[in-house]
């Protein structure tokens, strides 16, 4: 089922591996998307933007998804964002190290399009589980 109100930050320097998540997001599931190929310009919209799921790629000239990982990590608006990678790169030790950043999840590419829709809407609800649990206990 389409979630319309999934907000999603995609960094990504690639402009086809923009263009495909675009199209795919569009043709699986209205969601309000917007794109930037520099992390440094993304992350001057993030906290405006208020994304449920910041999709990065791993390995960007310059700014690594890394450092825009640790730099969303240090705004307070950014608490709430589920944080997930997408890379061509499958080794587990890289992948661990994307999550003891904190990144939620990590989609390998080639990914199955069909499928990326219901992976992020899953990061999303992983990311706030712990906030609803947290709620309840209060």
Do not use: C, W
């Amino acid at each position: 089922m389409p979630d319309k109100d999934l907000r999603i930050l995609h960094v990504d320097d690639d402009a086809d591996t923009r263009e495909i998540v675009a199209v795919t997001l569009d043709i699986f599931g209205a969601v309000d998307l917007i794109q930037f190929a520099s992390g440094a310009v993304a992350l001057d919209h993030a906290e405006a933007f208020g994304p449920d799921v910041v999709l990065l790629d791993y390995q960007m000239p310059g700014m690594t998804g890394l450092d825009i990982l640790h730099r969303l990590n240090a705004m307070p608006g950014m608490s709430r964002a589920a944080v997930v990678f997408m890379t061509g790169r499958s080794d587990e030790r890289e992948i661990r190290l994307m999550q003891e950043a904190g990144a939620t999840s990590v989609i390998v590419k080639p990914f199955e399009p069909a499928d990326l829709l219901t992976a992020l809407q899953a990061a999303r609800d992983r990311a706030r589980a712990p906030l609803a649990r947290q709620d309840k206990i209060a």
